[in-house]
């Protein structure tokens, strides 16, 4: 299947609510706490080497990110750190904006939460599944750097976070392994994510004429 996530190129970042794009498309947040792999697993789904490079630019760690796959279909790129960690000053606004992105932005169809496969569910990745739950919104939880752990212990860390993520959040979030170094799993995020943008094979060639 061709990659629908190929285009994605940087269109803006957000550092308050006046500065998002128009509330009128689709868009998938990514939230994966720093280090975990989160910029590797953008760049591998949308097969580029160094989009989320921009993310990591000082200045922009401090904001939502964009990339647009299509006009009104988004990628949005979350700082790797939940509020608590952000100096004093920047708190109470990053509360605000957070709380508020997830709460009322309508464009946002899911999260996908990128978490190193031998540290998964840390207390960012709690929060961050906490607030898609909260607005109903389905979660799917990328176990990545597989590659550094034998099937075995794949299969293990996918169980035991299988059960937490069951017992702490029901049936709504999903989740796979998954490596930007291997390319395990590349194919199956893709896919989550080209659905909940409504990026069908179709709709791609309407909009390209
Ligand atoms: P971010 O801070 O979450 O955006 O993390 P990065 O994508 O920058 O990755 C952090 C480190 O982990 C880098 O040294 C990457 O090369 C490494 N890394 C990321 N994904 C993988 C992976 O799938 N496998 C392995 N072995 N290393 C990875």
Redesign the pocket.
């Known amino acids: 299947m061709s990659n629908l996530l190929n285009s994605a190129h940087y269109l803006l970042s957000a550092h308050n609510t006046r500065q998002l794009p128009a509330d009128g498309g689709y868009e998938v947040a990514f939230a994966?706490?720093?280090?975990?792999?989160?910029?590797?697993?953008?760049?591998?789904l949308a097969n580029h080497n160094a989009l989320?490079r921009v993310?990591?630019t000082p200045g922009r760690t401090q904001q939502l990110v964009f990339f647009e796959v299509r006009p009104e279909r988004y990628l949005v790129d979350l700082p790797?750190y939940g509020y608590a960690k952000v100096p004093q000053d920047l708190q109470a606004h990053w509360q605000a904006f957070l709380d508020q992105y997830f709460r009322t932005r309508e464009a946002l169809r899911g999260l996908v939460v990128?978490m190193d496969i031998r540290h998964p569910l840390r207390d960012y990745d709690r929060q961050m599944l906490t607030y898609a739950v909260k607005r109903g919104l389905p979660a799917h939880a990328l176990l990545?750097?597989?590659?550094?752990l034998g099937r075995g212990q794949q299969g293990n860390a996918m169980q035991a976070v299988k059960k937490e993520l069951f017992s702490a959040f029901g049936d709504t979030v999903s989740l796979q392994t998954?490596?930007?170094?291997?390319r395990q799993g590349v194919e199956e995020a893709r896919k989550v994510v080209a659905d909940w943008l409504e990026l069908t094979p179709k709709s791609t060639v309407d909009d390209n004429t």
């Open positions: 994966g706490r720093s280090n975990a792999g989160k910029s590797s697993a953008l760049n591998a989320a993310s990591k790797g990128v990545t750097k597989a590659d550094k998954f490596s930007a170094e291997s």
